[in-house]
């Protein structure tokens, strides 16, 4: 027995977790040509110690396959095309039907209108966030938020 009666491989287990950094996916659903947002977005969550996986342009069957392989704690989607419900509860069911839902927290961000919002919050998005979103905010609603 180690440190107050722990065995030194759960001392190391509890260790690595902590020290483990925040996985991020960040993908776009189809292909609908605006990348600067989801850059933005990507370098923020990066340059604030997060490893980030840019998807790029993917489909919903890629984007939740990346993010179970990955083992990511964080789904940003970036959309622009209007089809934010259509993609975001095709993945989101998808992510249900693999048992892996519970486990990634989902923001989505693009050109939304704000009235989307809570509908998108009620099918299982942790967070919205459209144009003039200040990514320090995004940050923090991550650190403040990730399923542990």
Avoid: C
Wanted: glycine share 12%; hydrophobic share 45%.
């Amino acid at each position: 027995m180690g440190y107050l009666g722990t065995s030194p491989i759960h001392l190391i287990e509890v260790l690595t977790m902590s020290n483990r950094k925040i996985r991020v996916l960040m993908s776009k659903p189809g292909i609908d040509g605006h990348w600067r947002g989801g850059i933005v977005v990507s370098r923020a969550l990066r340059d604030a110690g997060m490893e980030l996986i840019f998807g790029g342009f993917q489909n919903v069957n890629q984007i939740v396959e990346a993010a179970i392989q990955e083992d990511v704690d964080v789904l940003g989607l970036s959309i622009h095309s209007g089809a934010h419900f259509a993609y975001t509860k095709q993945v989101i069911d998808l992510l249900k039907e693999k048992g892996v839902f519970d486990d990634i927290l989902i923001l989505v961000g693009g050109v939304i209108p704000a009235q989307d919002f809570p509908k998108l919050k009620e099918i299982g998005v942790a967070n919205v966030y459209g144009p003039g979103s200040m990514t320090s905010d995004i940050v923090e609603f991550i650190r403040e938020n990730i399923k542990k």
